[in-house]
């Protein structure tokens, strides 16, 4: 059963650095684009940041320079080093990976979140 298990996730104060992880698991099929994804409470969820098979990022505007987004291939784990935290980015936060079995198919998963609060 191919799951993607996350950690990393806790408590900061604002200023503070964390470093998340995402390692993927029961597959031996490769895996195309990585992202993170954050949903604050009472919003909807929202992309942070995405990372091709080939190493090409990409960020939303909330977060470009502050976190860098990183994958292992061999590891098939995906990284999130998120510095300069603020309060607004206290948000539940999903890793995605897109598994390609074949050159025509290919399905996600998401994995089951991890909360990370900034807060003095």
């Known amino acids: 059963q191919v799951q993607l298990v996350e950690s990393g996730g806790g408590l900061v104060q604002p200023g503070g650095s964390l470093r998340l992880s995402c390692a993927a698991s029961g597959s031996s099929f490769l895996i195309n684009a990585m992202g993170w994804h954050r949903q604050a409470p009472g919003k909807q969820r929202e992309l942070v940041a995405t990372?091709?098979?080939?190493?090409?990022?990409n960020y939303a505007d909330s977060v470009k320079g502050r976190f860098t987004i990183s994958r292992d291939n061999a590891k098939n784990t995906v990284y999130l080093e998120m510095n300069s935290l603020k309060p607004e980015d206290t948000a539940v936060y999903y890793c995605?990976?897109?598994?390609?079995?074949?050159?025509?198919?290919?399905?996600?998963?998401w994995g089951q979140g991890t909360q990370v609060t900034v807060s003095s």
């Open positions: 990372i091709s098979s080939g190493g090409i990022t």
């Open positions: 995605n990976a897109e598994f390609r079995p074949t050159i025509y198919s290919t399905f996600q998963r």
